[in-house]
Nanobody
């Protein structure tokens, strides 16, 4: 069983930055395809960014240039660096991992962008 634990959310002012972390259990992390998704109140969960086991990245078009996904296999952790945050970035951010055809989700971390 793979467990994903997110951290790093919180309240930030518009224009600020946050870095989210997702720590994964298991010794096969380097084989996981990882991603960050978010869900705002009343909206569907949407892809923010994804990174393959080989390090290739994908971003939601609207977020390119502000958000950066990265991974550290030595720490079994994937990160989401979020810059120039806007109120519309307010959402619960979820970490997702895929390995051997199985999909795992973290519990989510709240990000609130407000003055």
């Amino acid at each position: 069983q793979v467990q994903l634990v997110e951290s790093g959310g919180g309240l930030v002012q518009p224009g600020g930055s946050l870095r989210l972390s997702c720590a994964a259990s298991g010794s096969l992390f380097s084989f996981y395809a990882m991603g960050w998704y978010r869900q705002a109140p009343g909206k569907q969960r949407e892809l923010v960014a994804a990174i393959t086991s080989g390090g290739s990245t994908t971003y939601a078009d609207s977020l390119k240039g502000r958000f950066t996904i990265s991974r550290d296999s030595a720490k079994n952790t994937v990160y989401l660096q979020m810059n120039s945050l806007k109120p519309e970035d307010t959402a619960v951010y979820y970490c997702r991992g895929v390995v051997a055809g199985s999909v795992y989700w973290g519990q989510g971390t709240q990000v609130t962008v407000s003055s």
